[in-house]
């Protein structure tokens, strides 16, 4: 079976810029870009696969803080035998354009069912620098499509309160 980044590349990262309200909500769209990971099998046919990957987060609402940023991710995979996702979980963190940071968690929570064909999960904010010092929030995300290279795509929603 050939196993690639595409079971990978699931984070939501939602990096934030420079906005004007102290609290918001929003959907959009993200992208991952794979860059590399390690993977060891294991006994029981299970494998554990450690990615590394970019990603890209737009906003729907023109100028949320979510719009246009960037993102480097980690993300921990254990794939049953066949190649699906048992668990999946990781961090980002994301930049603005002004440098300013937001870290997050995100975690799978459901996939290959009837509610989420591919692979849903939900993300939550640990921490912020600049502008989003004291960041807090919570959303879900939602892979859409896996490209050969390994790359994704998917939504997200969620909210964002500042101090």
């Known amino acids: 079976m050939i196993r690639c980044i595409s079971y990978l590349t699931v984070a939501l990262c939602i990096p934030l810029t420079a906005y004007a309200q102290m609290s918001d909500s929003a ?4 992208t991952t870009f794979p860059i ?3 993977m060891e099998d294991l006994p029981d046919g299970t494998t554990i696969v450690n990615s590394y990957y970019h990603q890209a ?4 609402k023109p ?5 246009n940023t960037t993102a480097n991710c980690v993300g921990l995979f254990r794939l049953n035998e066949d190649g699906s996702v048992a668990s999946a979980s990781g961090s980002c963190f994301s930049m603005s354009a002004d440098g300013d940071q937001a870290s997050f968690w995100w975690r799978a929570t459901d996939g290959g069912t ?5 692979l849903c999960g939900v993300w939550g904010y640990f921490a912020g620098t600049g502008k989003l010092a004291g960041i807090t929030g919570e959303g879900t995300w939602t892979r859409a499509a896996v490209f ?3 790359s994704s795509v998917g939504k997200w929603t969620g909210s964002y309160k500042l101090p």
């Open 148 to 150: 050969a290279d390994g």
């Open 63 to 67: 100028g949320h803080p979510i719009d």
């Open 57 to 60: 987060a737009f906003a729907d």
């Open 36 to 38: 590399s990971q390690d």
């Open 114 to 118: 009837t509610s989420c064909p591919d």
């Open 27 to 30: 959907t959009g769209r993200y």
